[in-house]
């Protein structure tokens, strides 16, 4: 449902109206020089022939940037979810399962060189010194789960000199940013650098249930502490230890059903009655580095990282305070990684190597939980029931008898029949007293005592069921889970070569031999209800689904290989200016799905990319930086999570998926100083996508078999930078304005009627800005920001997971217009 640009090209035009305008402009900008490290060594970003964009710190600064969620923006082909505990990442469309841990990613993350699960790619930007973000597949240096791109997060390392800050952020709803670094010489050879932030805001949704939590709010303490040793001219090493505590407000979840607060997802009101919400995450990382220069040709760096987190997510799944309509689910996820890599470089006067191997092993726990009320699961069973043919012929054969006829004679008995079961289908849910009489009474032909005896002698004497309970249940919680463990080792050996056939033309190679071992559990212990109504059967995770609930541990085991690589020409037009064609492929291995054991027999297939990508990027003039890319890429057995209720399942649940996907298209960065004090910047995507999925049930439980879709997606951000001259220092205006067309009808699983629900399926439309001022000795610095000027509102695709037995969809809201200031002394 794409609209009109509202705003047209206004950011531009201001632009260009600055830049021809009677204004006194002073402070220089500039393009400079960008290093990355995308090739597993420091090179200048316009000679890699790799489709990379930076975001440094002072993007971060502009942006007010706190995650990589806020950073997507303004990198073209990237996106981020928004959660902590279960962020997903995308590059280029492909995005991974985040509800699944038998499974893997299909960006790969690094921080500060080591590999980073998914679960904690969403840590703070705390005294970052750049983001870096590789498109397209990374199977060659990178390796593991590379298969869409790559992510390389690079804090700032202790340095030889002392430098100091300390910075307050504050804004609306409540936000409260403190922030402090200092780094300092130990010894002419001993650095040290540490920092701590603390980041608090209340939430933008305001949840009216008693005692509910605001929907939004955040609090996340964040820290790292880096020493370096210089222990002689070639030898350097450094240990850093990082620490991160999260514990936020649980994922939204508006209802847009007449069960909840109301209809409309932007009334700024919720009522949400979820137990214990919440979404927390408490971990700590220590990482040691070891570089040695043997000579001027060969160099060797090793890495070795261990990290620890755990986290809980507890989240709404009904989006009302409906007791009899409660659903809840709580991921509980306990990990640890230890990831070791061993890298030799050799430098010579044609040929840079690069080879090296990695081993990682991660250990992990998770426990999926659903919460209902004796009420709501009753509701739960209660259309089956209600809809079973026998008991349905049962009763009206029952009718029909009593009167003296039979169904069929088109008498009185086809009356009484008809009579029994409208009588039948005007029941709401088997619990409170008034349906129940109805119902036992259809049942035995006479209305029988309300009491906890006759729930059980219809359960089990009459229906064959121990599922039916009525108000002597008040206060009880139904509680299902599966606890899942998981073993997974990885380990590669790479080589890269890049060779300067002439002075302007480069040809690089490379191949790594990946190895995935994974081991993993299920195991489904039964309700908490086994106690009180022994025989008890599962609702949620029940023998419909191939759950062996009750009779023990599930295992399973398989072992994935794979060899990738590239293969790149580049051509250099002079020093600041190239174009690169390149072939290259990714890998992401198989796994299991921890709420499916059919996977246990059958693992989910591993993902395979191959990717060919035309680039030309350089200084194209001495005030204009071009990076412009093509790319086909196709990825067969592409990994998606769905909301899926198949037939016998009471209730829809993430599920992953296979399918084929095709995407090819444009990416564009341009940046130009049309004057020294005036920079504009545009980054634009335009891509296009068939994707054919294997057939799979959706949340509504019907048969999708023909999910071939082709779509143009486009985005981009307009950005300007501009620095006037001020009497006293130096100030800096940043605006950017952002659009992206919605693509929510591509995914899988989406059904029609959530284009009825307000803000769902509408283009994204944002302007920025911020407004800085710093003192001319460079201590002192003031700001002032806004994001979200004209509140764009727009609301994600709705969850279908209550959508099919409880008719209570609900949804989640972007984030609105907020607004602040920010304070820094630099020492």
């Known amino acids: 449902m794409s609209k009109p640009n509202p705003f047209g090209c206004g950011p531009l035009a201001i632009a260009f109206a600055i830049a021809s305008g009677p204004y006194a402009l002073g402070e220089e900008l500039a393009l400079e020089e960008v290093t990355v490290s995308a090739q597993k060594r420091e090179q200048n970003m316009l000679e890699v022939p790799v489709t990379v964009d930076t975001f440094s710190s002072e993007d971060i600064d502009n ?11 303004y990198i073209p082909g990237f996106e981020a979810g928004s959660g902590i505990t279960q962020s997903t990442l995308s590059i280029r469309g492909v995005s991974s399962p985040s509800i699944s841990a038998g499974g893997d990613p299909s960006v790969a993350v690094f921080y500060d060189d080591a590999y980073v699960p998914s679960p904690a790619t969403s840590m703070a930007f705390a005294d970052m010194q750049r983001v870096e973000v590789l498109k397209g597949p990374q199977g060659t240096l990178f390796g593991r789960n590379a298969a869409a791109g790559m992510v390389n ?4 390392p202790p340095q030889d000199d002392f430098d100091a800050f300390l910075s307050a952020h504050f804004g609306n709803y409540g936000l409260q940013q403190l922030e402090g670094m200092i780094n300092t010489t130990v010894t002419d050879k001993l650095f040290v650098r540490g920092n701590l ?36 001219n070639s030898t350097t090493a450094q240990l850093a230890y990082d620490w991160d505590e999260v514990d936020n407000a649980p994922r939204q979840a508006i209802g847009v059903s007449p069960y909840g607060y109301g209809t409309d997802p932007f009334a700024g009101k919720v009522e949400n009655d979820v137990m214990d919400g919440g979404e927390t995450r408490s971990m700590f990382a220590v990482n040691a580095k070891l570089e040695h220069n043997f000579n001027e040709d060969w160099s060797l760096k090793w890495v070795s990282s261990y990290r620890q987190w755990e986290t809980y997510n507890r989240e709404e799944e009904d989006g009302t305070a409906d007791p009899s309509r409660y659903l809840d689910t709580n991921n509980i996820f306990d990990s640890d990684i230890t990831y070791h890599e061993l890298q030799v470089n050799f430098t010579g006067e044609r040929l840079v190597a690069v080879m090296g191997a990695n081993y990682s092993r991660e250990d992990i726990f998770q426990s999926t939980i659903v919460t209902a009320t004796a009420s709501s699961v009753t509701r739960l069973v209660t259309t089956d029931v209600v809809n079973d043919p026998t008991l349905r012929g049962q009763i009206a054969s029952g009718a029909a008898l009593s009167v003296g006829g039979y169904p069929g004679d088109g008498g009185i008995g086809d009356i009484a029949a008809a009579q029994a079961l409208a009588a039948l289908d005007s029941i709401d849910h088997l619990w409170e007293p008034g349906d129940w009489a109805t119902f036992t009474t259809l049942v035995t032909g006479s209305a029988l005592p309300q009491t906890s005896e006759t729930y059980d002698m219809i359960a089990y004497n009459l229906l064959g069921t121990g599922m039916l309970f009525g108000p002597d249940y008040t206060g009880r919680d139904w509680v299902e889970r599966v606890d899942n463990t998981g073993n997974f080792t990885n380990h590669g050996v790479y080589f890269d ?22 081991s993993f559990t299920w195991l489904t212990p039964g309700t908490s209800f086994g106690d009180s109504r022994p025989g008890v059967e599962e609702v949620i995770f029940s023998t419909a689904d191939n759950y062996n609930v009750g009779e023990g541990l599930r295992e399973a085991s398989n072992e994935w290989h794979a060899t990738t690589g590239r293969l790149v020409g580049q051509f250099h037009f002079n020093e600041r200016a190239m174009a690169f064609l390149s072939y290259s492929s990714g890998y992401k291995s198989g796994g299991f799905d921890s709420l499916n054991l059919i996977t246990a027999d059958t693992p989910i297939e591993p993902e395979e990319v191959d990717n060919i990508e035309l680039g030309v990027k350089g200084d194209l003039l001495d005030s204009l930086r071009v990076q412009l890319s093509y790319f086909d890429m196709a990825i067969d057995n592409r990994q998606r999570s769905v909301e899926s209720k198949p037939p016998g399942s009471a209730n829809a649940l993430p599920r992953v998926i296979n399918g084929d996907q095709q995407f090819n298209g444009f990416e564009i960065t341009v940046d130009w100083l049309p004057i020294d004090t005036l920079r504009l910047g545009l980054v634009t995507t335009i891509r296009d996508q068939v994707s054919q999925w294997n057939p799979f049930y959706d949340a509504e439980g019907k048969l999708q078999q023909d999910r071939d879709k082709s779509t143009a997606n486009t985005a981009y951000t307009l950005s300007m930078d501009w620095a006037p001259t001020v009497p006293m220092g130096s100030i800096q205006f940043h605006m950017d304005y952002i659009y992206a067309e919605n693509s929510d009808e591509l995914a899988p699983g989406y059904l029609a009627s959530f284009n009825t629900i307000e803000g769902v399926g509408e283009d994204d439309q944002r302007l920025n800005g911020r407004l800085s001022w710093q003192s001319d000795s460079g201590s002192y610095m003031l700001a002032l920001w806004v994001r979200n000027l004209f509140d764009n509102e727009r609301a994600a695709i709705p969850s279908g997971r209550t959508l099919d037995v409880f008719g209570t969809p609900y949804t989640s809201v972007f984030e609105p217009r907020t607004y602040g200031a920010e304070m820094r002394y630099n020492f």
């Open 63 to 73: 942006t007010i940037a706190l995650t990589l969620s806020d950073m997507a923006d």
């Open 153 to 156: 997060m690079v804090p700032n």
């Open 197 to 232: 932030m603390r980041y608090q805001r209340d939430g933008f949704v305001s949840n009216v249930y008693p005692g509910g939590i605001d929907s939004g709010a955040e609090n996340i303490l964040t820290g790292r502490l880096a020493a370096r040793w210089e222990m002689s």
């Open 497 to 518: 070569l890049d060779y300067a056939v002439t002075d302007t033309i480069n040809l690089l190679a490379g191949l790594r031999y990946s190895t995935d071992e994974k």
